[in-house]
Every structure is written in C-alpha cells, then in structure tokens.
C-alpha cells in the first residue's frame, strides 16, 4: 500500500497494492497492521455502502460534535471525491482537496475528523463504500452547501442532482464549531 500527502493537513489518498492475473484482481482495501504503520487509522466502526446515479451529488457532509473520519472508495464507476477542512483553528480552514475514485483506479481517500465530505457521480452509476472511525450519530449529522462560493469547490457537473438536505446546508461562514 502506498499512502501518498495531498494538499490537505491530513487528507490521504491509499493506493493498494494491486494484484492483477488473468481471472481478475486481488487488493487489500483494508489491513490494520498497514494502516498503523502508515499512520493512519487502524479501527474503524461501521462500513457504509452508497449506491447513485450519474450527475448525483452527495455532500459535504459531517457530523459534530462526534467528528466521524471516512476512508472512501469507489467500488463500482467513478466519482469526484471532495474534502474540505472545517476545523475552526486550522489555517487551511474551508480549502478544499478533490480526485477522482474509481474501480479503475482502486484509490481511497483518507477524509479525517474535522473535515466535510461529498462526491458526485461521473459515470453512469457508482457504488461507494466508506469506513468510518466513529458510529453515525443522526441527532449531529450537519451538511454545508455543495455550492457555497466561500469554499468554491470546482464541480465537474454543471446541474447536479441533490437531496433536500443537501441543498440547504449551512454556509461555511454560518458555521457553530467549538
């Protein structure tokens, strides 16, 4: 496995180590002694499946005040995958990391505490899968806008297709983090 920084304090993308033969492939999505010697997470709670249509946007979602970290991956199809930093102290506060996950590409993208997360769908459809570090709380999950000028994530679909929560999220600027 190859856990490569990106622009984000935090934010990872893991490469597994793919093996690749005739009948298919093998990879570890997964392995706590890996994850541990790489610094990342080895426990996590719950395992998430998500399943859309091309042109659905998901996001950004967190939950707070029980942070929730999210090791995502797309299993089936191809997503734009973004995570922006809300931790109120943090100088990155609301820049924002985005890259495609893909069955293809196999990538995961390490989204830690204190970070929003959503993607949109590229392909016809997609299954993803996320890892979280703590079980979903309902009472604190939190959504900002997916379009909010403050953090100006560059999606690459120009209508997409949202949930009501989705599109009244809060505004970055709006946001009450301790």
Same mark, same amino acid.
């Given at each position: ?30 392995? @706590? ?12 709670? =719950? ?9 659905? +946007?998901?996001? +950004?979602?967190? @939950? #707070?005040?029980? /942070? =929730?970290?999210? +090791?995502?991956? &797309? ?12 931790? &109120?102290? *943090?100088?990155?506060?609301?820049? /924002?990391? &985005? ?8 990538? =995961?993208? /390490? ?11 590229? *392909?016809? #459809? ?9 079980? #979903?709380?309902? *009472? ?13 994530? @560059? /999606? ?10 989705? &599109? ?7 946001? =009450?983090?301790?």
């Amino acid at each position: 496995m190859e856990v490569r920084d990106t622009d984000l304090t935090g934010v990872k993308l893991v490469i597994p180590r793919v093996f690749d033969d005739p009948r298919g492939f093998f990879l570890e999505s997964y392995n @706590q002694r890996a994850f541990a010697d790489a610094g990342l997470p080895d426990t996590f709670v =719950q395992d998430n499946h998500s399943f859309s249509t091309k042109g659905v +946007l998901r996001g +950004l979602h967190y @939950q #707070y005040p029980t /942070w =929730q970290g999210k +090791l995502v991956r &797309a299993v089936t199809g191809r997503i734009f995958d973004v995570a922006v930093d809300i931790r &109120a102290d *943090s100088p990155e506060f609301g820049r /924002w990391f &985005a890259t495609e996950l893909s069955s293809e590409n196999k990538h =995961q993208l /390490w989204v830690p505490p204190g970070y929003a997360h959503g993607f949109c769908v590229l *392909s016809d #459809y997609a299954d993803v899968t996320y890892k979280v570090t703590t079980l #979903y709380e309902p *009472s604190e999950d939190r959504c900002i806008r997916w379009d909010d000028p403050d953090i100006g994530v @560059q /999606w690459p679909i120009a209508e997409p297709i949202v949930s009501d929560k989705d &599109a009244k999220g809060e505004l970055l600027k709006d946001l =009450q983090l301790d």
